[in-house]
Structure formats: structure tokens, C-alpha cells
């Protein structure tokens, strides 16, 4: 069954530190993969897509088919990063095209 | 454009009681979809329209919750009898044929109590 799993809820880093957002896919076609995220009080949106391999706000995500993973990096972490971070996994079905998103992490940057 | 509008952004409701959401998509928007927030599962897909058409409604719970697209421009989620288990955050999102499911555009939300 198509799958993806972000382990951990909760992940508080210091400002300065390395972050790295965890996710894991089950999925039996070739995937697309995306990072979806939300600052507090703002709406959820499009944080960047595997297809792009692009750098947004110093994140990236690489995505590992060996390792069915694709998770999400930064080597400086900020206090603005603090937000709820999903992962999300396009999900090709004939008529149905849809994402399936992961529980969440909360990223919390301490000062 | 302001967007996807979500309305009422809360509402608190009692038991047994039906709650009407409503849903804006952003003009020219041929996908619709509508999610469900919690802590326990994250965000869940409902149920997602195509030009006004529902495509896929597995996400539905149960027969208490139903959804419909009259136009274009608006879409509704009903729950009926709501239950305390139905307390979430409700999201509605739309998206441009062509680039699919996977760039979607969500709304404020509307955060749901149950009593």
C-alpha cells in the first residue's frame, strides 16, 4: 500500500544546528515526492518537489530509492525554519491522481 | 487573488448537531480537494473533485460526512450528526489541471469542535 511516514513529531534543534526532517515512502511505481510546509498562523504550501532537485530557504531533499527515503535538509537551521513540516507522496491511481501526506514534524528552532 | 477561502475559519458545535463548511477554490482551479487535520493521523484526503465531478471519495469516514460541488466556485463538506471525534481542522485545497494533484493550493482552515 502506498505509504509515507514521517517518525518524528516532534524534532527541537538549536538555531545554528543541522536539521534533518525524516520520511519514508511505500509506494510501487516510480515516486514523486514533495515537502509541504506551515508557518504559524499561514496556510499549508508547496515547500519544493524532488522533480526540481532545487534549494528553497537553504532545504533540500534528496530523494533515495534504495532507501525508499526522502528526507529533508538543512545545514544551518533558523528560528523562521520552526513550522509543521509534511512529507507528501503522489499517488498515480488511472482516473485518481492524489497526495498522500505523512503524520507531520513540528520543527522547532531554540534560539 | 485571495486565494482559497474557507468559511467559517471556527465553529463549535454540540453533539448530534449538522455543520456546513464551505470552500472557495481559487478561480480558474479545476481540482478541489478537502482534508482533515489532527494530531493522532495528520492530514487525511476526504475527497477531491475534477471540474466539479467527485473522483475520489475513499477517504470519506462514514456515511455522516458528505460533500458536494455545485459550481465552479464553491464546494461544500456536511456533517451529519457530528460527533466529539470529528473535531479537527478542515482543509480545502484547489489546483490547476496540468500539474495534476501536486501543487495545491490550501485554504486558512476551519478548525471544527465537537462538543
Known amino acids: 500500500a502506498q505509504r509515507v511516514t514521517q517518525p518524528e513529531k516532534l524534532l527541537s534543534v538549536f538555531k545554528g544546528a543541522p536539521v534533518e526532517l525524516k520520511c519514508n515512502y511505500s509506494?510501487?511505481?516510480?515516486?514523486?515526492l514533495f515537502w509541504y510546509v506551515q508557518y504559524s498562523r499561514q496556510r499549508l504550501q508547496l515547500l519544493l518537489r524532488?522533480?526540481s532537485r532545487e534549494s528553497i530557504k537553504g532545504f533540500t531533499a534528496d530523494l533515495n530509492k534504495g532507501e525508499t527515503s526522502f528526507h529533508l535538509k538543512k545545514p544551518f537551521a533558523q528560528e523562521e525554519d520552526s513550522a509543521m513540516y509534511y512529507c507528501?507522496?503522489?499517488?498515480?491511481?488511472?482516473?485518481?491522481?492524489?497526495?498522500?501526506f505523512g503524520t507531520g514534524t513540528l520543527l522547532a528552532v531554540q534560539p | 487573488d485571495a486565494g482559497v477561502i474557507q468559511s467559517p475559519r471556527h465553529e463549535v458545535t454540540e453533539m448530534g448537531q449538522e455543520v456546513t463548511l464551505r470552500c472557495k477554490p481559487i478561480?480558474?482551479?479545476?481540482?478541489l480537494f478537502w482534508y482533515r487535520q489532527t494530531m493522532m493521523r495528520g492530514l487525511e484526503l476526504l475527497i477531491y473533485?475534477?471540474?466539479?465531478?467527485?473522483?475520489?471519495d475513499s477517504g470519506m469516514p462514514e456515511d455522516r460526512f458528505s460533500a458536494k460541488m455545485p459550481n465552479a466556485s464553491f464546494s461544500t463538506l456536511k456533517i451529519q450528526p457530528s460527533e466529539p471525534r470529528d473535531s479537527a481542522v478542515y482543509f480545502c485545497?484547489?489546483?490547476?489541471?496540468?500539474?495534476?494533484?501536486?501543487?495545491?493550493?490550501f485554504g486558512p482552515g476551519t478548525r471544527l469542535t465537537v462538543l
Open positions: 473533485f475534477n471540474n466539479n465531478v467527485p473522483i475520489d
Open positions: 509506494y510501487s511505481g516510480s515516486p514523486e
Open positions: 478561480s480558474g482551479h479545476d481540482y
Open positions: 485545497a484547489s489546483s490547476l489541471a496540468g500539474t495534476g494533484a501536486d501543487t495545491q493550493y
Open positions: 524532488h522533480i
Open positions: 507528501a507522496l503522489l499517488n498515480y491511481g488511472g482516473a485518481t491522481n492524489k497526495l498522500i
